[in-house]
């Protein structure tokens, strides 16, 4: 057995849920204010047929692969799937026949026969609900590993995007600096290389006793000298040495 197989195996019972719920709702029109039960029985078949379509669905996504947990599930305990399939078909041949019975009966059939349709139905009613749970089994099994499969997906897909916010920083970075350089550059051109070559002259060229003047000044030795914080005004002409000091 495979997963196509397993989705073959609930293809029938979808075909009866169908019949079931089609005959269902023309005996509640028929019965009218006394179809509380076949409302009941149509509910639950109806719930019943959602759980196999799931099933089947997931087993015709999965094609040959029998790893999945639901199909390892179910392959392993062949028997059990097979005894419960075979268990809710006759119970969904039981309960079409039965609302055949209700849908065709005039009212003497029904007086005469009635309550023991009524007491098959609700009975075949609690055997569906009752066979729901291993087929929900099924389904959650699969649905827990599709779940742990998203969480792994959506884990890489952030770490993923984590690295692509990273490199866009460092990208900003290299841009940023790429473009301080560009404007250090174009004002190095803008001031032209002689002011630069002239600056470094005037630095090398210096003479030794440029500033001896302030420190030989009384205002400066008196600043030097002087308790707690004071401040030194320097007055001198334009070009006098005050703000090179070398």
């Not at 473009?179 to 002239?198: D, N």
């Amino acid at each position: 057995m495979d997963p196509l197989s397993i989705a073959a195996s609930t293809a029938g019972l979808l075909t009866l849920t169908a019949q079931i719920i089609t005959r269902g709702y023309a005996c509640m029109m028929r019965l009218k204010s006394n179809d509380d039960d076949v409302r009941a029985a149509v509910n639950d078949v109806s719930s019943f047929s959602g759980i196999l379509m799931a099933i089947e669905s997931q087993s015709k996504e999965r094609g040959d692969d029998i790893a999945s947990p639901m199909s390892h599930l179910i392959i392993k305990n062949q028997p059990l799937w097979r005894k419960k399939v075979d268990e809710c078909e006759a119970v969904l041949v039981e309960m079409l026949e039965i609302l055949d019975t209700l849908t065709k009966a005039n009212k003497a059939q029904l007086l005469i026969k009635g309550n023991s349709l009524w007491e098959k139905l609700e009975k075949s009613t609690a055997q569906i609900e009752t066979s729901k749970s291993f087929f929900i089994l099924c389904l959650q099994l699969q649905n827990n590993e599709d779940i742990r499969s998203s969480q792994k997906i959506s884990g890489k897909i952030m770490s993923s995007l984590d690295r692509l916010r990273d490199e866009q920083d460092c990208a900003r970075q290299e841009a940023k600096l790429k473009e301080r350089k560009e404007q250090q550059h174009g004002m190095m051109e803008w001031l032209g290389f002689p002011g630069e070559a002239m600056q470094d002259d005037l630095i090398n060229t210096g003479h030794p006793d440029s500033s001896q003047w302030l420190f030989e000044r009384e205002e400066f030795i008196d600043w030097l000298t002087a308790d707690g914080q004071s401040g030194l005004w320097l007055r001198g002409p334009q070009g006098s040495g005050k703000t090179i000091i070398v």
